[in-house]
């Protein structure tokens, strides 16, 4: 038990930093290649002030649960002038591609774990530089409204 409580521990920490880890961390300056075969942005930037960066993966049954929430996450966050990007993740990409087609032809690729995070689903809040401001892992339960999930993740 105490391994598997370990193992679970290990899963659940990002390598990206977040709260409370003293020194600033920020995402990596990599640019993945999109669904749809376009290069992405980096990881490191962000369009506007803050930004939420969802990290998944095909073999995550909670990451097909709550597939449905992300999308229309990001739905609320784009009316609210909120960027965000959803990275499919941590397997093969004939693994990946029919899994990130969930979220659209603008879902990034990371077949070779570029992002460096240790379990899924993952949630980043950055800045418009990248910088860190919250790591969110697991998926959020009690949020009533898209409003009140944006807000776990320090998002208006």
Do not use: N
Request: net charge positive; with cysteine.
């Amino acid at each position: 038990m105490r391994f598997f409580a370990s193992v679970l521990t290990a899963l659940t920490l990002c390598a990206c930093g977040g709260e409370g880890t003293g020194a600033a961390k920020t995402l990596p300056d990599v640019r993945l290649k999109t669904l749809g075969g376009a290069t992405g942005p980096s990881l490191a930037t962000c369009p506007t002030d803050k930004c939420l960066t969802v990290l998944v993966a095909p073999w995550c049954g909670v990451c097909h649960q709550v597939s449905g929430d992300v999308i229309r996450l990001r739905r609320y966050l784009d009316e609210k002038g909120v960027a965000s990007r959803v990275v499919v993740g941590l397997a093969t990409l004939e693994e990946i591609a029919p899994f990130a087609a969930r979220f659209g032809p603008d879902a990034l690729l990371d077949p070779d774990g570029a992002f460096r995070a240790r379990g899924v689903p993952l949630f980043v809040t950055t800045d418009r530089d990248g910088k860190v401001l919250k790591t969110v892992p697991g998926f959020p339960r009690g949020s009533a409204t898209l409003g009140e999930l944006a807000a776990s993740f320090g998002l208006p």
